[in-house]
């Protein structure tokens, strides 16, 4: 199982940023997939999933209205389209399989990609 996230960076409050996630090594259309992220100094937080084939998407409250999963499973990718950023959602962003829309497998997540918002 392989995980690759790309896509962070630095951004500006009220700013966008598209991360992507490349899965191998596993049966990709047949798993939810998460997105979840580590701010500095704190403990992991799920940030959104979406199901196998697409169809149904979930997100932590925190993000809703601003950021928005989508996947392509023809190219093993999932992505999280993050807009108006605030400055609380700086953290490294994880990528993992998930059994259920409410869950992740975080053992088999990638390596992240840092997102940073600041003026």
């Known amino acids: 199982v392989q995980l690759v996230e790309s896509g962070g960076g630095l951004v500006q409050p009220g700013g966008s940023l598209r991360l992507s996630c490349v899965a191998s090594?596993?049966?990709?259309?047949?798993?939810?997939i998460a997105w979840v992220r580590q701010p500095p100094g704190k403990g992991v937080e799920w940030v959104s999933s979406?199901?196998?084939?697409?169809?149904?998407?979930y997100y932590d409250n925190s993000v809703k209205g601003r950021f928005t999963i989508s996947r392509d499973n023809a190219k093993n990718t999932v992505y999280l389209q993050m807009n108006n950023l605030k400055s609380e959602d700086t953290a490294l962003y994880y990528c993992?399989?998930?059994?259920?829309?409410?869950?992740?497998?975080?053992?088999?997540r990638g390596q992240g990609t840092q997102v940073t918002v600041s003026s």
């Open positions: 993992a399989p998930a059994p259920t829309w409410n869950s992740y497998d975080y053992a088999r």
């Open positions: 090594g596993f049966t990709f259309s047949s798993n939810y």
């Open positions: 979406i199901y196998r084939d697409g169809r149904f998407t």
